[in-house]
């Protein structure tokens, strides 16, 4: 079986382990799905993420254990020749949103997530990509190419006539709106003009590529082993050892989704952190990419859909142009959950190489990274009150199943007199593109109403804070409410604002 995943971190998975059966084929892959003990676990309803699926359904097959049992008969010839385009498969992962709670909450952190998107790559690769998902996962590459999916995503959500159009041929729900596209995207914020920390030759704003390392150059501060060259160098720096770099440098990830629907978050973000005496750069392409003039993207929507190769190339780009950050150890911090996430998580299991394991360990949340900053007495900027009030704040699934929900806590009391609550709910149910698929907008909901939506209603004059953009989107259609991401509350609490 070939994988589009790399599984070798399972590869002594079971050995001394009261496993429950590594399937017969499936190499690592089935050892991933081994962990599983079947303890039922996910079966239950205790506070926390995990399941969303079985938390709305009551069905026990819609759960991780569940989806086990299905896989482990497929890995072992059940489900005949070509079990992975087999409907009792599909059938079992259809409503796994992806959460990465079980990674978290289950005794043996089965990642069902990842699970799930060699299921859907291995799916894809037997009967095809659908359109719908084709067009969701290059989005990124879509928003940059035809400036009239802009307009298009705005006459869809006002016609209701385009929106049955648009379900019937493409199964996007004509009862959801469509997150719609800022009129003018974030390209770069003005509070750092002329700012290049990493003094690298700049080609129409876009910094030119540093030449890649030798074997004498290495990614000391990020925990790579001296000496230990990066993979997919090319030629090499000579005379290189360390770059020159300040202390105080920070890289600004504009995902796609803060750069092309809410670009307000992105400057909030770097607004706040220039404050704060920070030299902020906003992650740019290199001059020599295919596509110069398209923004980066951590391929976070085609890992959600299956299209590993597509993710892959995305994160290539990315790494390329990081590469003379990840030598410097110039911390990378960004604004979506899934993207950053994605970064620290998925990445290491795409055979990236090394770059991958820097990144993984130099790339923070906003949160995280004032957080640590604080923690480290280098975070020193001082916030005023904000007018009286609780907030409710509702975390993104990601952030639950890493533990990051302590570094928002942690920023949010920086604010004088702050009140605010966390709300005690699972997966929001959006869930990136699943929410407003037409066969599962209802079950999305259901997601909804079992907690978060409730809590909201509970609090009708209550703030609302979400760092998740499907987070927000659900909240926007489900509420009738305009959450807020914390860039944007922490900029509100500045004593004096830089112009951006």
């Given at each position: ?6 599984w ?33 676990q996910c ?8 399941c969303?699926s ?13 989806r086990?049992k299905?896989?482990?008969?497929a ?19 259809e409503?796994?949103?992806g ?5 978290r909450?289950?005794?043996n ?12 790559a291995?799916r ?21 190419r035809?400036?009239?999916l ?5 006459w ?28 003018v995207?974030?390209?770069?914020s003005?509070?750092?003009?002329g ?8 080609v ?5 590529p ?23 160098a090319?030629?090499?720096w000579?005379?290189?050892?360390s ?16 750069a092309?629907?809410e ?5 909030a ?19 020599n ?38 030598v ?26 090394e ?7 130099q ?10 900053e ?18 409710l704040v ?11 929900m302590k ?15 966390f709300?005690?709910?699972s997966?929001?149910?959006?869930a ?18 079992l907690?978060?939506?409730?809590a ?8 609302i804070?979400?760092n ?33």
């Amino acid at each position: 079986m070939k994988h589009f995943l790399d599984w070798s971190a399972y590869e002594t998975a079971g050995q001394g382990d009261a496993y429950a059966g590594i399937p017969a084929t499936g190499g690592d892959f089935a050892k991933a799905v081994a962990v599983c003990i079947g303890d039922k676990q996910c079966q239950r309803k205790p506070k926390g993420v995990m399941c969303p699926s079985f938390r709305a359904t009551d069905d026990p097959a819609h759960s991780p254990g569940g989806r086990v049992k299905v896989l482990k008969a497929a890995l072992n010839g059940e489900l005949g020749d070509d079990a992975f385009a087999d409907a009792r498969l599909a059938a079992a992962m259809e409503l796994c949103v992806g959460c990465k709670g079980c990674k978290r909450e289950c005794a043996n952190q089965v990642d069902m997530a990842a699970i799930k998107i060699e299921y859907q790559a291995q799916r894809n690769a037997r009967l095809g990509v659908s359109l719908r998902d084709r067009l969701v996962a290059a989005l990124p590459q879509q928003l940059h190419r035809f400036r009239m999916l802009r307009n298009l995503i705005r006459w869809r959500n006002r016609a209701p006539w385009l929106a049955r159009l648009g379900e019937t041929f493409l199964g996007i729900s004509a009862k959801r709106k469509l997150p719609e596209p800022a009129a003018v995207p974030y390209i770069n914020s003005g509070c750092s003009t002329g700012s290049n920390p990493l003094q690298l030759p700049l080609v129409r704003g876009r910094a030119e590529p540093a030449p890649p390392l030798t074997a004498e150059g290495s990614l000391r501060s990020s925990g790579v082993p001296t000496g230990v060259p990066l993979a997919g160098a090319r030629g090499g720096w000579e005379g290189f050892s360390s770059p020159s770099t300040n202390d105080r440098d920070v890289i600004l990830f504009a995902d796609t989704f803060a750069a092309h629907f809410e670009p307000e978050i992105a400057h909030a973000a770097h607004q706040v952190l220039t404050a704060a005496g920070y030299n902020v750069t906003t992650l740019q392409t290199l001059a020599n990419d295919a596509e110069p003039e398209r923004a980066l993207c951590c391929g976070r929507t085609y890992l959600s859909l299956g299209q590993v190769d597509a993710a892959r190339r995305e994160a290539r780009r990315m790494h390329n142009a990081l590469l003379p950050a990840l030598v410097a150890g110039t911390p990378i911090v960004g604004l979506e959950p899934s993207c950053i996430l994605s970064l620290r998580d998925d990445h290491l299991k795409l055979g990236l190489g090394e770059e991958a394991v820097a990144l993984s360990e130099q790339v923070y949340l906003f949160e995280e990274f004032i957080a640590r900053e604080h923690d480290r007495k280098r975070f020193t900027l001082e916030f005023k009150a904000l007018p009286q009030g609780k907030t409710l704040v509702h975390g993104h699934c990601h952030q639950k199943a890493v533990g990051a929900m302590k570094s928002l806590r942690k920023v949010l009391r920086l604010i004088p007199g702050f009140e605010f609550e966390f709300i005690e709910a699972s997966c929001c149910g959006m869930a990136g593109s699943f929410g407003v698929e037409a066969e599962h907008a209802a079950i999305s909901m259901q997601m909804a109403e079992l907690d978060l939506l409730p809590a909201l209603r509970a609090a009708p004059d209550a703030t609302i804070l979400a760092n998740g953009f499907s987070c927000r989107h659900q909240i926007r259609e489900g509420a009738d409410r305009k959450p807020l991401h914390v860039a944007l509350l922490l900029r509100d609490a500045l004593k004096e604002t830089t112009p951006c």
